[in-house]
């Protein structure tokens, strides 16, 4: 077992941007020397925002660079936005849609 913080480590360490399109961006955090004290293992996370058309879709991808270990992980990720996202708006013109209850 691992002690860590709430919500993780990977929370308050800086993800590097991967890819940059129109419509989407794809972030990459990867195992250092200092994240190997709280969780010893090497790792890569990647995560991916796409916009399809008024949908914000996050893909999340854990990869593995040992062949010898296994990898333990969890993501417990809750997306947070700041609204309002332009000048001159209201937050009550901003809403989510869920497509399931």
Do not use: W
Request: proline share 4%; hydrophobic share 35%.
């Amino acid at each position: 077992m691992y002690a860590m913080n709430q919500h993780g480590f990977a929370r308050d360490d800086d993800f590097k941007v991967i890819e940059n399109t129109h419509n989407s961006v794809a972030f990459e955090l990867a195992s250092t020397e200092e994240s190997k004290e709280i969780f010893p293992f090497d790792y890569k996370l990647q995560v991916e925002y796409t916009l399809v058309k008024k949908s914000l879709k996050i893909e999340y991808t854990v990869i593995n660079p040992s062949k010898n270990n296994d990898l333990y992980f969890a993501i417990g990720a809750h997306p947070a936005f700041n609204c309002p996202f332009e000048t001159g708006h209201n937050r009550d013109e901003y809403q989510l849609v869920f497509d399931k209850k």
